[in-house]
Nanobody, 124 residues
Framework: QVPLVESGGGLVQDGGSLRLSCAASDATFAKYAKGWFRQVPGGKEREFVAAISWTGRSTEYAESVEGRFTISRDNANNMVYLQMNSLKPEDTAVYYC????????????????WGQGTQVTVSS
């Protein structure tokens, strides 16, 4: 069973908005820090996008998305979200949700549970 399942990706025009969702299958994840990463076509590594503490009180964003993207979570329903506004063609990537125990991080190596990803394509 895949621990995390992303949804909400799709095709949007430059300047548009999308909201990604990530559902966790295990109730344990409700108290895990969560992160969003993305991987561009042909890219070898996943790039950090945003992270949130398990309480939701602390967040961190990549400089490239600061002010445009917002990460949030609903622990009662074991969900995490990524609201993406003012999308740009360079935001095109597969977006992954990830979870880790303990404090949140911006390094993919710290996360041990991953979803399968959802494609976001921004057309110019």
């Amino acid at each position: 069973q895949v621990p995390l399942v992303e949804s909400g990706g799709g095709l949007v025009q430059d300047g548009g908005s999308l909201r990604l969702s990530c559902a966790a299958s295990d109730a344990t994840f409700a108290k895990y820090a969560k992160g969003w990463f993305r991987q561009v076509p042909g890219g070898k590594e996943r790039e950090f996008v945003a992270a949130i503490s398990w309480t939701g009180r602390s967040t961190e964003y990549a400089e490239s998305v600061e002010g445009r993207f917002t990460i949030s979570r609903d622990n009662a329903n074991n969900m995490v979200y990524l609201q993406m506004n003012s999308l740009k063609p360079e935001d095109t990537a597969v977006y992954y949700c990830a979870a880790k125990d303990g404090y949140y991080s911006n390094w993919e190596g710290d996360f041990d549970s991953w979803g399968q990803g959802t494609q976001v394509t921004v057309s110019s």
